[in-house]
């Protein structure tokens, strides 16, 4: 069982011009929640050039590696809301169509030849690129190829241009990527790596396939895990119920398509008006009305305080602790090989999904951070001192922004230091062991077996 969160929520609460601001001040009171800006900061439709603090470090630093973790870009909807027509979104990529990109027409045309492409099992049997007139459920959009061809090209000109983090005769063996088994994931990677690598060459592109939305690998087998997320989403339907203004939200909705409430709220209309939303289509009509902002911004409040209390009631952290431990015990045994010296996997791309990486920054502790938007990033950098080159150091940024120091593993470290990182053993520690504490655990199989105290 994988939990469905509902999509855009807010975690921070912070004033949205507020974002350069690292650390929180616990001080002030949170505005009130505006559902429309976070809408469209959910949608992160591509227009002005993005600012970023990837690879900022002081001079003397050396960057190592580098491994980031991307849910797919803007996507069609994967629900539809009965008797309504479906929101008429065209997939096929056409480059004087906006949003648009200087690479796209060449990413087509590169796509289109990747017969060389090693690809795990059933990968090598999707498209490359999303190719419909009218998009099918849940396939990427121009909009999504686009915001991925900007990552890319972002993270090119920090880590290849600036930091030569991979030379020109680069390899296959430098690289490690892998992506869910869906289209939508395996073309959101494809589309960053045409713009980040030196040159993008189909036989040295060796994607793997990951069965699990959160990439538990072999490790998946975890009862403890399954369990919070009952209880998490038993709190879910419990909040929803005390909603009054929902109800009557979802009441008036079913009226206007002509069936039962409880048939409308299983069809998960957010996913479909957020489509809507995103692509500045107008809200389905019936003869009997149509669907409007107001109900939009009813359900899209909903999902805001959703995620504050989700944040309060720690079901869906003790989750996410257990869910995040397979992909973080092998981000960390990764980055451990290439302190030691290890040339190989400097570059790591995992190509997922918002259950992915929601859990990934609760575990982590980031809890200002908002839901992962359409096309979001969560980068680990490590940096070797180049003054003492046995000690290294991360930093993590999201979206741009460095949340080093709001780990829960490096909060304290940010008052003692003067460097703008965290220690790797600090990083290390707290995967191999402190992410067991709470459960009273030294091991997550124990953990994963053994409630929380």
Known sequence: VHLIPVNPVREDGLNPKSRKRIMPDLLTEPPAIDPLYEAHVYCNIPTIAERSMEGHAPHYFKLVSVQVLIRHGDRYPLYAIPKTKRPDIDCMLVPSRKPSHPQLEAFMKHMSKGSAAQMDGSLSSLPRFPSHSLCEMGELTQTGVVQHLRNGQLLREIYINKHKLLPGDWTAKQLYLETTGKSRTLQSALALLYTFLPDFDWKKINMRHQWSTIFCSGSCDCPMRNHYLEEEQRRQYSLRVKNNDLEKIYVDMAKIVGIPTRQLRASNPIDSLLCYFCHNVSFPCTKTGCIGMEHFKVIKRHQLEDERERQEKKLYFLYALLATHPLLNQTVNRLQRIAEGKKEE????????????????????????????????????????????????????????????????????????????????????????????????????????????
């Not at 980068?379 to 000690?391: A, H, Y």
């Not at 120091?405 to 995967?431: A, I």
């Open 346 to 453: 400097v570059f790591v791309l995992y190509s997922a999904h918002d259950v992915t990486l929601s859990p990934v920054l609760s575990a982590l502790g980031i809890t200002e951070a908002r839901f992962p938007r359409f096309a979001a990033r969560l980068v680990f950098e490590l940096w070797q001192d180049g003054k003492r080159p046995k000690e290294h150091f991360i930093r993590i940024l999201y979206n741009g922004a460095d949340v080093t120091f709001q780990t829960s593993f490096c909060k304290d470290h940010y008052k003692r230091s003067s460097k703008p990182m965290c220690p790797l053993e600090k990083f290390v520690n707290f995967v191999k062991r402190d992410m067991f504490l709470i459960f009273n655990s030294t091991s997550y199989y124990d953990a994963c077996r053994r409630r929380a105290l």
